[in-house]
Nanobody, 127 residues
């Protein structure tokens, strides 16, 4: 059974950093693409970043490019999202999601393409 569990969210001030973790189980991490999405009340889930299976190609939404970094440690079955220079508009519930195909930039616009999801972790950035 594929499971994902996020952690690392919290309340920080504008300009601070946070690192989110997504621990995966029930599948071989290297064979899956993993993405981070975020959602605020009343809005659709927004793709933040994704890392592709096998070759670890990475993709970012324009809103976080240059500030966020996605990486994976297959030995720990964990995917990370390092978030730097946080802004109040980054406030959201952050979810990690998995799919067994490759991803590309356009994948961030299609959350339905990801078949397994975690429960989310809240990130709040105060001004």
């Amino acid at each position: 059974q594929v499971q994902l569990a996020e952690s690392g969210g919290g309340l920080v001030q504008s300009g601070d950093s946070l690192r989110l973790s997504c621990v995966v189980s029930g599948f071989t991490p290297a064979y899956y693409s993993i993405a981070w999405f975020r959602q605020t009340p009343g809005r659709d889930r927004e793709g933040v970043s994704c890392i592709s299976r096998i070759d670890d190609s990475t993709y970012y939404a324009d809103s976080v490019k240059g500030r966020f970094l996605i990486s994976r440690d297959n030995a720990k079955s964990t995917v990370y999202l390092q978030m730097n220079s946080l802004k109040p508009e980054d406030t959201a519930v952050y979810f990690c999601a998995a799919r067994d195909g490759r991803v590309e930039t356009g994948s961030l616009s299609h959350p339905s393409a990801f078949t397994s999801w975690g429960q989310g972790t809240q990130v709040t950035v105060s001004s």
